[in-house]
């Protein structure tokens, strides 16, 4: 019994970790797509901040200032893609795939040119990471049966950036719902005909809802290359980008929904890290392939329309223009 809870309790605390850069993708699509913009940009803003934190920390040896950095180039690519889409009305798919073409070069670019490894960073040392903090009395509690081993390895001993991901939920959640600003954001992604003639700038809620956006990519990148690895890595964003997406759209825009369906995609991750080279009955050994590809399979499934009517935003993807 305790070696099957200690299983079930470790293939949970890997799902946490690994939900983390989805939860926060996932909030981003919900603040940016709620507002009418398509955000199929995820990807290269988490990249781009991924690349900027490891770089910065590398330097600088600071792991917050690598934060900052993440923050601030996230929002930028952010901004960019507001400014193609709202200012000039462009084509938000198109725009999103450009920033994730923008981010896969250029990282890869500034990696060779700055610190000559083929496109990664330096190694980052222990000072220049974000490190994993034990809870209150969880060393105390740890000899308890169930709730001990529950609290001291499973909630306990996560760095930072994961309790803020699932605290950033509920505040995603409490900013749409009992906000002035979030009820504005979600009308403009609904009908921003009404908002303009409210006297509401639609550009500017819309402005406001990329840069929200940028910030959580830039928590994921920071989470990637400072908090579950220890530098970055060519493309080490891997699709996560696209997966949450696919767990916005699976959530219907919802922040719980959008935060369960990452968990579903992590617990997938961590399983198929477990289930590598383990040989089954009646089955027999799993091939690694088939047990990494399946969070992607999962994606193209929900996707291709597998989970039901999910209906979005009237107003997505449309851009506006002011009537005169």
Known sequence: ????????????????????????????????????????????????????????????????????????????????????CITHKGNQVVSGLAINILASGLTVALGIAWFQRGGQTPALEADARFAAITLPGADSVADLPIIGVVYSELLSGHNILVYMAFLSVPLTAWVLYNTRFGLRLRAVGENPQAVDTAGISVAWLRYRSVICAGLLCGLAGAYLSTAQNAAFLKDMSAGKGYIALAALIFGKWRPTQAMLACLLFGFLDALAARLQGVELPLIGEIPVQLMQALPYILTVILLAGFIGRAIAPKAIGIPYSKER
Do not use: Q
């Not at 970790?17 to 926060?24: G, Q």
């Not at 797509?33 to 934190?53: N, T």
């Not at 792991?63 to 193609?84: Q, T």
């Open 1 to 84: 019994m305790n070696d099957a809870l200690l299983i079930a309790v470790s293939a949970l605390d890997a799902t946490l970790r690994l939900s983390a850069p989805l939860i926060f993708c996932a909030m981003a699509g919900v603040f940016s797509e709620r507002s009418g913009i398509v955000d199929i940009g995820l990807e290269g803003k988490m990249l781009a901040g991924a690349f900027a934190a490891a770089a910065t920390a590398a330097v600088t040896g600071s792991v917050w200032l690598g934060l900052f950095c993440a923050l601030g180039v996230s929002v930028a690519m952010a901004l960019l893609h507001g400014f193609a």
